[in-house]
């Protein structure tokens, strides 16, 4: 113990006789610098291992803009579709637009028309309607027997608790 704290009081206060800038870059005036065995093996470990550090962060930054490019090129495929997606709606919302332009006209037409049969049947027509929607449901939800089956759900819970 003693030895090894020896070695580390010493090399503290050798520290300032050994230029370290030099140890490391080289010298500045284009001059080798006196070189030490010890002094040189520490720099090139310290640049190995600054070179292994270097190495593992440019892999995890290249890793990481791998994943911001499959991002953006699923961002655009989503904006593909829903500029697509859009212009549909478009059309659509256009073709709604003229079929509603033509029925107010035809409505305007039907108004300006001062005999009361039109009224009349659009009234009948929307009794039917009404009617034809109350017999259909009454068919399709338990009047007629024929819908869906009741499912007794005390029946199932109590088979599922008995692990059946």
């Not at 030895?3 to 090399?11: F, G, L, M, S, T």
């Not at 230029?19 to 070189?35: I, T």
């Not at 640049?47 to 699923?74: G, P, S, V, W």
């Not at 029925?103 to 929307?126: A, C, E, P, R």
Request: net charge positive.
């Amino acid at each position: 113990m003693a030895r090894a704290d020896y070695n580390i009081r010493e090399r503290m206060a050798n520290r300032f006789e050994v230029d370290q800038r030099a140890a490391l870059f080289g010298s500045r005036s284009g001059k080798p610098a006196p070189s030490n065995k010890k002094n040189d093996m520490y720099a090139a470990n310290s640049r190995e291992m600054m070179e292994r550090q270097n190495d593992a962060q440019i892999e995890d930054l290249e890793a990481k803009c791998a994943q911001l490019k499959d991002i953006t090129y699923k961002i655009g495929g989503q904006i593909k579709e829903s500029h697509g997606l859009l212009d549909n709606m478009s059309s659509s919302f256009d073709k709604a637009a003229g079929l509603l332009k033509n029925t107010l006209g035809q409505l305007n037409k039907m108004m300006d028309n001062k005999s009361s049969k039109h009224m009349i049947y659009m009234v009948v027509f929307i009794v039917v309607l009404f009617f034809l929607m109350y017999v259909l449901r009454k068919l399709s939800f338990g009047g007629g027997g024929g819908g869906a089956p009741k499912v007794d759900l005390k029946a199932n819970l109590s088979d599922a608790a008995s692990g059946r």
